[in-house]
């Protein structure tokens, strides 16, 4: 489904996307004019989901908060709540980091989406973090992953421009030419007089 827009108004609209399920990824996309989505910070995230509370919960199974009756297991609700405190903690400390940034101070969207998203804590602590919000959580948020990758898939050029974490380039060593070459650059490898560039 393309995206319209009116093209005589200036538009800016930031949103931050959250894909929470075994990691938390997070990127920020602002709408073009033409309907696309440029990036505006480079991806970034960690190992703050669903796998940080799996293995919370085998450290926790075997902790004496829980006890067995028959074939129930009993665990007191705060216990519970702290299998997820460390991850939620860190996914909060992450966006707030990244909502400092100056390039996003007129981000008033985040969308949450990714199995973890529909975890309740999970909610009620970005909202509870972040009240000058909208938090947008799509009904079957697990699913919206799979259903933005078909539309990518259909729509590869969506995405306009993106950010990349590093970039790389090339150290060459060309030999030395007063006229090409800077003087700066100009230094001795090997008993050779070269000049010392990165592309």
Not at 50 to 72: H, I, P
Request: charge should be positive; proline fraction near 6%.
């Amino acid at each position: 489904m393309p995206l319209h827009v009116n093209k005589t108004k200036p538009i800016r609209v930031v949103v931050c996307c959250m894909r929470i399920g075994g990691t938390t990824d997070i990127t920020v996309h602002k709408r073009q004019f033409d309907g696309s989505l440029e990036e505006v910070l480079p991806p970034s995230g960690g190992d703050w989901g669903g796998t940080a509370v799996d293995r919370a919960y085998l450290e926790f199974v075997n902790s004496e908060s829980v006890s067995c009756a028959g074939q129930k297991l009993s665990v007191k609700p705060e216990a519970f709540r702290k299998l997820f405190k460390s991850t939620i903690d860190s996914i909060i400390k992450h966006v707030d980091k990244l909502l400092k940034h100056p390039n996003l101070s007129d981000l008033h969207h985040i969308i949450m989406v990714g199995g973890f998203s529909e975890c309740e804590l999970v909610q009620t602590a970005m909202r509870q973090k972040f009240p000058n919000k909208k938090i947008i959580i799509p009904d079957e948020a697990g699913l919206a992953v799979l259903r933005g990758a078909v539309l990518f898939g259909h729509q590869p050029k969506i995405i306009g421009k993106r950010i990349l974490r590093k970039t790389y380039g090339i150290q060459s060593w060309p030999e030395w030419d007063a006229e090409l070459h800077p003087k700066p650059k100009e230094c001795e490898l090997m008993e050779l007089i070269v000049a010392k560039m990165f592309l």
